[in-house]
Structures are given as structure tokens and as C-alpha cells.
């Protein structure tokens, strides 16, 4: 059995690098049990990745140092999970 959710991930990129997904790490988010896997930071809506890519962005453009390139934007992704 198998099935796909339609969810939104955030892409992080800044000026001479390539973009990529970011994981939950990047959200705060520690790990609910020992040796969890990382995963890709997701929310369930839009608005909710909006957010949160709003307040990350705000908090770089403030930085005077490397991280004042850094920018996020929400983009969809689908999670697969199926049976090994």
C-alpha cells in the first residue's frame, strides 16, 4: 500500500549557490524519538509555509553578514510513502 500527500516544502537559495529543499532542522523542530530521520520541513497549507518564509527572510535581510543573501519561498511538494 502506498499513498502520496500534496504538502508544501521550502527552497532556500542565496546569491552563487543551488537552491534546495530544507529539512526540519531548519524549523527548530527537534526530534520527537533517538535516531529519527531527517526530513524535509513541511507544512500542511500554503499560507502556513508563507509564513514562515516571511519571518525567515525578514530575519536575514536584517543580518549584516553571509546569511543577509539568504532567501525561502514555499514550493509544492508530494510526499510518497510506500511500503520498502
Same mark, same amino acid.
Given at each position: 500500500?502506498?499513498?502520496?500527500?500534496?504538502?508544501?516544502?521550502?527552497?532556500?537559495?542565496?546569491?552563487? &549557490?543551488?537552491?534546495?529543499?530544507? $529539512?526540519?532542522?531548519?524549523?527548530?523542530?527537534?526530534? @520527537?524519538?533517538?535516531?529519527? !530521520?531527517? *526530513?524535509?520541513?513541511?507544512?500542511?497549507?500554503?499560507?502556513?509555509?508563507?509564513?514562515?518564509? &516571511?519571518?525567515?527572510?525578514?530575519? $536575514?535581510?536584517?543580518?549584516?553578514?553571509?546569511?543577509? @543573501?539568504?532567501?525561502?519561498? !514555499?514550493? *509544492?511538494?508530494?510526499?510518497?510513502?510506500?511500503?520498502?
Amino acid at each position: 500500500m502506498n499513498w502520496n500527500r500534496k504538502l508544501w516544502g521550502v527552497e532556500y537559495f542565496s546569491k552563487g &549557490k543551488n537552491s534546495h529543499l530544507i $529539512s526540519s532542522t531548519w524549523g527548530g523542530q527537534a526530534s @520527537t524519538y533517538p535516531e529519527e !530521520p531527517t *526530513r524535509a520541513l513541511l507544512f500542511n497549507t500554503r499560507r502556513q509555509a508563507r509564513t514562515w518564509c &516571511k519571518s525567515r527572510n525578514q530575519w $536575514s535581510k536584517s543580518r549584516k553578514d553571509c546569511c543577509a @543573501t539568504w532567501r525561502f519561498r !514555499p514550493v *509544492r511538494v508530494i510526499e510518497t510513502v510506500r511500503k520498502a
